[in-house]
């Protein structure tokens, strides 16, 4: 869902930010993601620390 939501935002997903989130199995990490995912302008800026 974060790689779409990135998508559907017209946000390009590399392929080693789409690997990284796919293979996430850590939930709470996930939700921050998400979180960041909406506001984002850089699929990169998911893994930025805040």
């Keep these: 869902m974060i790689v779409e939501m990135l998508e559907w935002r017209s946000i390009p997903v590399p392929d080693t930010v789409r690997e990284r989130v796919n293979t996430c199995t850590d939930l709470d990490q996930l939700k921050v993601?998400?979180?960041?995912?909406?506001?984002?302008?850089?699929?990169?800026?998911?893994?930025?620390?805040?």
């Excluded at 993601?33 to 805040?50: C, G, I, N, P, S």
């Design 33 to 50: 993601w998400t979180q960041r995912a909406v506001h984002a302008t850089d699929a990169a800026e998911l893994f930025a620390a805040k």
